[in-house]
């Protein structure tokens, strides 16, 4: 197997290294690694490609590690490409007429896919065939091309922007995957300090754990920078050290930065804690709709801080005690 991108670990590509490179390093989403054992297994006896996969969900949870692994561990080729990428259909054609019999092709954020690509898609994934119009007017012709047998593996972060016919037709399964728990980061972050040589004690491990908003990404980022503050300052890597590194990267203990407390912080001070609707909130905090909506909100919902309804969004007695405010019921 063979990644078709050129890779170099001196040049800041640390976390691909930290990726698992088989299915037992692989920690958390055991329910989607069992239907996919069962799908490449089943497709390896029958001598077939894999059928196609979506994978949907917050970002940073390894849509893109999944397929990776997938290709390592049926020994093919992985080609990597995104949706905003493809601009034209002669970019995937060029894609796609360069594949090897049963090579895979992953594109991340596929909801950003150009609608006149997604429609040469459609035949392509569905009858193994890319259908080429050539000139314009009466006298264009379309020639249809004969495609090598591959995998498409896709994934997203909105798959509520996925057309229906393209959701239709990743005949593999549709996974969403979930945020992980607490024991689930301890041993990804385990594994990854062993990857980067450092060694920390299980308190640090549970402090960086519990601040790292249930997604690998983010653990193995504030990883990192512990390990940076604690290298630059000559302190072993323990719980105190850690504490002032993500402090002064303005995570607190519930990992919260200063964007979510600043939008929470606003809600109370500016709209006595809410209801109040997104676009008050984005004008206020000086944020855009869709970063509060996408990557603030979810997580403050999830930890029971914000609550949304049909008026808006409202700070909960939860909110109020994080950020130190009397809570007054309305």
């Known amino acids: 197997m063979s990644i078709d991108k050129t890779q170099n670990k001196d040049d800041g590509f640390l976390d691909q290294t930290l990726r698992p490179d088989v299915w037992d390093e692989y920690v958390g989403q055991e329910n989607i690694k069992e239907n996919l054992k069962i799908l490449l297994t089943a497709a390896e ?7 196609h996969i979506l994978f949907y969900g917050p970002p940073g949870l390894g849509k893109t590690t999944l397929a990776h692994l997938i290709a390592k561990e049926t020994r093919r080729q992985i080609k990597i490409t995104s949706g905003p990428a493809i601009e034209k259909v002669g970019d995937l054609a060029s894609i796609l007429t360069n594949l090897s019999p049963k090579d895979i092709i992953f594109i991340d954020e596929i909801h950003r896919l150009n609608k006149m690509v997604e429609e040469v898609l459609y035949p392509a994934m569905e009858s193994g065939v890319l259908d080429i119009i050539i000139g314009k007017g009466p006298s264009a012709r379309t020639i249809q091309l004969e495609l090598p047998p591959f995998t498409l593996i896709a994934a997203t972060t909105r798959i509520a922007l996925l057309s229906s016919p393209l959701r239709s037709r990743f005949s593999g399964g549709v996974f969403r995957l979930e945020f992980y728990s607490h024991n ?23 402090e960086i754990s519990k601040r790292a908003r249930f997604t690998p990404r983010t653990a193995n980022y504030f990883l990192k920078r512990c390990r940076d503050y604690a290298q630059v300052h000559k302190l072993p890597l323990d719980k105190t050290s850690v504490k002032k590194a993500l402090s002064l990267l303005e995570i607190d203990e519930l990992g919260l930065n200063s964007g979510d407390r ?13 209801p109040v609707g997104l676009k008050t909130i984005a004008a206020a905090s000086s944020e855009e709709e869709a970063t509060i909506e996408e990557v603030i909100e979810p997580y403050l919902i999830q ?10 969004r409202t700070v909960t007695k939860k909110g109020y005690d994080h950020l130190g405010f009397d809570f007054i019921e309305k």
Do not use: Y
């Open 45 to 51: 006896e029958r001598n077939h490609p894999a059928e």
């Open 303 to 312: 930890l029971g801080l914000l609550e949304r309804g049909s008026r808006g």
């Open 262 to 274: 600043r939008v929470l912080d606003i809600i109370i001070t500016k709209f006595n804690g809410g």
């Open 184 to 206: 689930e980061i301890k041993k990804i972050l385990e594994r990854s300090a062993k990857i980067l040589g450092v060694t920390l004690n299980d308190e640090a491990l549970d």
